[in-house]
């Protein structure tokens, strides 16, 4: 990811997420953690947002571009992040929303297990809502 890509991704996020990141935020993590993207031709449609600590990775944010969903692209993503950490951690986490069941099934299907419940964890137009802390053996 390049600094440049911060208002593409933000677009993503916007699109995407009830309580989207702002742009500040893609940038400082740009400044302090591992970023991704992943571009279609010239276009950016996901990104990836991450760090490694002490043998432990974690997701921080995730997101593939609407109209590019459904069509293996965050597998792909994800699959190459897999690759990239565990040459460097054991361990792989992750939070997700507990209604993303598209998002669940895919980190399920790529070996990521439920570890548990965070109660009102994300913050949406109505409340909040539960995020599964998923959890990855690598």
């Not at 993207?37 to 043998?55: C, F, K, P, Q, R």
């Not at 965050?74 to 598209?102: C, M, P, W, Y």
Request: hydrophobic content about 40%.
């Amino acid at each position: 990811m390049e600094i440049t890509d911060v208002e593409y991704i933000s677009n993503i996020e916007q699109q995407v997420t009830p309580h989207p990141w702002r742009e500040s935020q893609f940038v400082d993590s740009h400044a302090k953690h591992r970023c991704l993207v992943l571009e279609n031709e010239d276009s950016v449609i996901g990104y990836a947002i991450y760090h490694i600590v002490v043998g432990e990775a974690e997701i921080l944010n995730f997101a593939i571009d609407s109209n590019f969903q459904g069509k293996g692209y965050g597998r792909q993503l994800l699959e190459h992040i897999i690759a990239v950490v565990t040459q460097q951690a054991k361990r792989f986490f992750l939070e997700v929303r507990a209604s993303n069941d598209t998002a669940i099934q895919l980190y399920e299907s790529v070996g990521f297990v439920e570890v548990c419940l965070r109660r009102n964890y994300y913050q949406t137009a109505s409340g909040s809502e539960d995020a599964i802390l998923m959890a990855m053996e690598l």
